[in-house]
């Protein structure tokens, strides 16, 4: 009988540490994931930086300097690239 209770024992506590890993893993994802949201909300947003989008031509002949740019220009012309324009 204590054989049985011993091997009872521990398929309980491989459940027990298992379900313990999983929360853990998740707790972790769920940390990582919103670090990396408010990253890239806070890099990709235009606005957030105090700019407005613009092409760089627009930008250049308004005196305003591109913070970023926000598409490549398969066609070469990077003068009609889209820009994030702080004016």
């Known amino acids: ?17 298992a ?3 999983v929360l853990i893993l998740v707790i972790v994802t769920m940390v990582f994931m919103g ?3 408010q990253f890239t909300d ?4 235009c ?3 105090g700019g ?12 305003g300097t ?6 490549n220009d398969d066609n070469g012309d990077s003068e009609q690239s889209k820009v994030c324009c702080s004016v």
């Open 66 to 71: 591109p913070i970023m740019h926000l598409d």
């Open 35 to 37: 670090q990396f949201g």
């Open 52 to 63: 407005e989008i613009r092409s760089a031509e627009e930008c250049r002949e308004e005196g």
């Open 42 to 45: 806070s890099v990709g947003d």
């Open 47 to 49: 606005r957030n930086r």
């Open 19 to 21: 379900a313990l890993v």
């Open 1 to 17: 009988m204590l054989k049985n209770k011993s091997g009872a024992e521990l398929t309980l506590n491989t459940i027990v540490i």
